[in-house]
């Protein structure tokens, strides 16, 4: 069955950069994407990349997708206190398909 | 534009009886998707429903069940309780475009 696999853990110092590193199986992933978790609350949708793309940027988050090697992943420029969270990969062959995400990294950002 | 919003937040049962959690999707969404997530298992896919038709279901037990309303509001119910079961249950609701899930806050189930 499809798999996501991400690091467990990253610590980084404000105003670093911060990349947060995602592999799938499923080679008919056709939308993959990002959520952030913080304490206590659900899940929100960072953003999204197709399949057909290698790259997207929106503001501070650069998404780059590696579909040779089904590799995603994602780059926070100037990571402050606030991006403190868990983030969570997640693909699916279709629209309106089911999520299969990973099981997250914890993000540290240290003052 | 209103988020998903899942009612109750949180909620405590005991073991045995049943649980019926509710979710209002984003206007206009027609799709709506439960998710269950434990510390153990991570987030993992229960069902989706469309039109107030079950596109989509996974791996769980039929204890798990849910429903659509013409309004697009879905509940899923849990009958029989076990520990097991005590989880955060996350609805995301969708559009027909493939730009994501609106995922709502979630209802935490203690199962005691």
Redesign the interface.
Known sequence: GEDVEQSLFLSVREGDSSVINCTYTDSSS??L?W?KQEPG?????LT?I?SNMDMKQDQRLTVLLNKKDKHLSLRIADTQTGDSAIY?C?ETP???????????TRLQVQP | KAG?T?TPRYLIKTRGQQVTLSCSPISGHR?V?W?QQTPGQ??Q?LF?Y?SETQ??K?NFPGRFSGRQFSNSRSEMNVSTLELGDSALY?C?S?S???????????TRLTVV
């Open positions: 056709t939308y994407y959520y609350a659900g899940l929100q949708l999204y197709f969570f997640a279709g629209v309106q398909r089911a999520l299969t995400f990973g099981s997250g | 998903v899942q799709s998707s998710y991570g987030l896919f989706e469309f596109r989509n996974g996350l995301a969708s027909a475009t493939g730009d994501g899930y609106t995922f709502g806050s979630g």
